[in-house]
């Protein structure tokens, strides 16, 4: 039953209560007019004695039902109120995991930077006439990672990349760091988002596999650590 129905009911018995109230008057004691202040006083204790009772029974009944009604609001209210934070959380919650996407995408974006940087470093000696540069040894690299030989001046470049001081062992230990660093961020990534594949993602995993067999060969990663730095570029293609 709902609050209008309520109080029409209310409605209808008050002002049933007023017309039968006088007709049950009339029935038991007739329509005379009296001039005894007795009479007039028994006529209100007989009106005073049915309506009040009634008035009384119908007050409660609105009280009643005006505080059924705010209980429902209250606990609408409470139940928008949850929802409503509910929500506010997820949405803070997915702000939250998408800056922190975008500070992972930053530190991936800059580092790839500096492998670049890095990359295009000249590493042959001067006076050269063909200038060879890391990107040229990280493809040697991975043409070796196969059965064919290292050719002679990857061999050397690995004998020079080894032997601390040199401007050749500085390029590529900073690019062990950097690769590592990535690796360690991509893995975290990987972590967190385990069915979440962008291209960008692939990008740089793949850009660390070209580079992870040089790591490898000048002794600066394990081959454990190579194994793991290509299982993380190979479940992309998994996936």
């Not at 004691?29 to 005073?48: C, I, K, M, V």
């Not at 039902?65 to 997820?90: C, G, M, P, R, Y």
Request: charged share 20%; aromatic share 10%.
């Amino acid at each position: 039953m709902n609050s209008i129905s309520t109080s029409r009911i209310v409605l209808m018995l008050g002002g049933a209560s007023l017309f039968i109230t006088p007709a049950i008057y009339v029935v038991c004691f007739g329509t005379n007019l009296s001039d005894q202040q007795t009479t007039w006083a028994h006529f209100g204790t007989f009106f005073g004695g049915i309506l009040n009772p009634i008035i009384a029974f119908l007050a409660i009944l609105m009280l009643y039902q005006t505080l059924n009604t705010q209980i429902k609001e209250f606990k609408s209210s409470v139940e928008h109120l949850s929802a409503a934070s509910d929500t506010a959380a997820k949405n803070l919650e997915l702000a939250q995991e998408q800056r922190l996407d975008n500070e992972t995408f930053t530190v991936l974006s800059n580092g790839e930077k500096q492998l670049t940087d890095l990359l295009f470093r000249v590493v042959s000696p001067e006076g050269s006439l063909n200038k060879l540069q890391i990107f040229h040894m990280c493809m040697e690299a991975q043409r070796t990672n196969g059965p064919l030989e290292a050719s002679d001046s990857y061999i050397k470049f690995i004998e020079v990349a080894q032997s601390e001081g040199s401007f050749v062992w500085s390029y590529v230990y900073s690019l062990n760091e950097i690769v590592n660093n990535m690796f360690d961020i991509l893995k975290e990534h990987k972590a967190k988002h385990p069915d979440k594949n962008s291209p960008t993602i692939a990008y740089y995993k793949n850009r660390l596999i070209t580079i992870a067999p040089l790591l490898r060969d000048s002794g600066y990663i394990s081959e454990s650590r190579y194994i793991e730095i290509k299982s993380l570029t190979s479940q992309h293609e998994k996936n």
